[in-house]
């Protein structure tokens, strides 16, 4: 294990970019010495984001000239289709990898094309890629050199439904998962949808007819099943939602009762070791402002009126425990680090 290794990240100007900055200039085993920005090339990243002036002295540089192939460790925080274009360069000079974009996260080459409308550009390094749900994968995190870090969306449903799915003791077949986001989910970037006259006092549904993020959901929770001897057929139904805030995201599960058990005990017992996972009290409401600006899920499980159908709540920060807080995490893991090193901040309230 290295003590102090050399990062860089490519995109830095997003706000999962800038989530990563944060992060990484606090964290005693990195040493950040690049970042890119082709369109701001030269301007100090203090000037962009005043949050760390004093912390960070590095400016943005182009891609070519910011030296990324020295670093031990290269996060990509960048529009889906870049990773896969530039991560291999870098993996062959011999520096490890975790993309947060959707470039490596679906095995299935010919279904990754259809749901992000692209030709893959590497689809030799998918099938080389592991997939970074820490929670289930975390065993091969610690050898990989190309990490696809997994969607917010996917983290939160996964993470709510991995006890039921592991064990079988529920339809697995009619699953439903009603999800709901921040405004900062859809990017840093200028879109009508998230202007703020648009998306403040506004809820709505979106990508209900099918959204990107499902066959990822279905790929993690299949090969769960299947590595706990889970055979049933997994069928789900995923609807997400843009709120008026700007940060966090709430994921509501129904399943239909399979077999009797205590599905409380079901929980705590399966996330008993998970630092960054908190199974609540019988009857509690997890809020998405209790987990804001942390690596955190909460998560509760319901049986309303004792009734035969189960419902799991489960809230995360989608900057953090759904972006930059889980590539953190999983690069900790990848170096032999303390897993929650660097990421021992507690929510900010209110």
Same mark, same amino acid.
């Given at each position: 294990?290295?003590?102090?290794? !050399?990062? /860089?990240i490519?995109?830095?100007t /997003?706000?999962?970019?800038?989530e990563l900055?944060? %992060? +990484?200039v606090?964290?005693?085993?990195?040493?950040?010495s690049a970042?890119t920005?082709r369109?701001? =090339?030269?301007?100090p990243v =203090?000037?962009?984001?005043?949050s760390l @002036? &004093?912390?960070?002295?590095l400016?943005?540089e182009t891609p070519?000239?910011a030296?990324l192939e020295?670093?031990?460790?290269?996060?990509?925080a960048?529009?889906?289709?870049v990773?896969?274009?530039?991560a291999?360069?870098?993996?062959?000079?011999?520096a490890?990898?975790?993309d947060?974009?959707?470039d490596?996260r679906?095995s299935d080459?010919?279904?990754?094309?259809?749901?992000?409308?692209?030709?893959?550009?590497?689809p030799?390094?998918v $099938?080389?890629?592991?997939y970074?749900?820490p929670?289930a994968n975390?065993?091969?995190i610690?050898s990989?050199r190309?990490?696809?870090?997994?969607?917010c969306y #996917?983290t939160?449903?996964?993470?709510g439904l991995?006890? +039921?799915?592991?064990?079988g003791?529920?339809?697995?077949e009619?699953l439903i998962a009603? $999800? !709901?986001?921040?405004?900062?989910g859809a990017?840093?970037?200028?879109?009508?949808?998230?202007l703020?006259?648009?998306?403040?006092?506004?809820f709505?549904?979106?990508g209900?007819?099918?959204?990107?993020?499902?066959p990822?959901?279905l790929?993690g929770?299949t090969?769960?099943?299947?590595?706990?001897?889970v055979q049933?057929?997994?069928?789900l139904?995923f609807?997400?939602?843009l709120?008026?805030m700007i940060?966090?995201m709430?994921a509501?599960?129904?399943?239909?009762i399979?077999d009797? @058990?205590? *599905?409380q005990? +079901? *929980?705590e017992?399966?996330?008993?070791?998970?630092?960054?996972?908190?199974?609540? #009290?019988? !009857?509690?409401?997890?809020?998405? @402002?209790?987990? @804001?600006?942390?690596? %955190?899920?909460r998560?509760a499980?319901h049986r309303p009126?004792? &009734?035969?159908t189960?419902?799991? +709540?489960s809230v995360?920060d989608? %900057?953090?425990k &759904? =972006? =930059? /807080?889980?590539?953190?995490q999983?690069?900790?893991?990848?170096?032999?680090f303390e897993?929650?090193t660097? %990421?021992c901040?507690l929510p900010?309230?209110?």
């Amino acid at each position: 294990m290295k003590q102090t290794i !050399k990062a /860089g990240i490519v995109g830095g100007t /997003g706000y999962t970019g800038v989530e990563l900055l944060r %992060l +990484l200039v606090q964290h005693p085993h990195v040493e950040l010495s690049a970042i890119t920005s082709r369109g701001e =090339a030269g301007t100090p990243v =203090a000037d962009m984001f005043p949050s760390l @002036r &004093g912390r960070c002295p590095l400016r943005f540089e182009t891609p070519d000239a910011a030296g990324l192939e020295k670093c031990d460790v290269v996060f990509f925080a960048t529009p889906n289709g870049v990773a896969m274009q530039q991560a291999p360069a870098l993996l062959d000079a011999g520096a490890r990898v975790v993309d947060l974009s959707a470039d490596f996260r679906i095995s299935d080459i010919a279904e990754w094309e259809k749901w992000y409308g692209m030709k893959h550009a590497s689809p030799e390094w998918v $099938a080389k890629a592991v997939y970074g749900l820490p929670e289930a994968n975390r065993e091969e995190i610690r050898s990989a050199r190309l990490l696809a870090n997994p969607g917010c969306y #996917p983290t939160a449903v996964q993470l709510g439904l991995l006890p +039921l799915v592991e064990t079988g003791c529920v339809d697995l077949e009619h699953l439903i998962a009603d $999800a !709901k986001s921040g405004v900062s989910g859809a990017g840093r970037k200028a879109e009508v949808h998230t202007l703020f006259s648009e998306a403040s006092d506004n809820f709505k549904a979106y990508g209900v007819p099918g959204h990107r993020h499902l066959p990822e959901i279905l790929q993690g929770l299949t090969r769960t099943a299947r590595a706990h001897g889970v055979q049933q057929r997994l069928g789900l139904t995923f609807v997400p939602h843009l709120t008026p805030m700007i940060r966090g995201m709430c994921a509501t599960m129904y399943a239909r009762i399979g077999d009797e @058990r205590d *599905f409380q005990s +079901l *929980f705590e017992s399966r996330y008993a070791d998970e630092a960054f996972v908190d199974v609540m #009290p019988p !009857k509690a409401h997890p809020e998405t @402002r209790s987990v @804001r600006a942390a690596n %955190l899920c909460r998560i509760a499980v319901h049986r309303p009126q004792n &009734g035969d159908t189960l419902v799991i +709540l489960s809230v995360i920060d989608n %900057l953090m425990k &759904g =972006a =930059a /807080g889980q590539a953190i995490q999983n690069m900790n893991i990848m170096y032999g680090f303390e897993e929650q090193t660097g %990421l021992c901040q507690l929510p900010v309230l209110p």
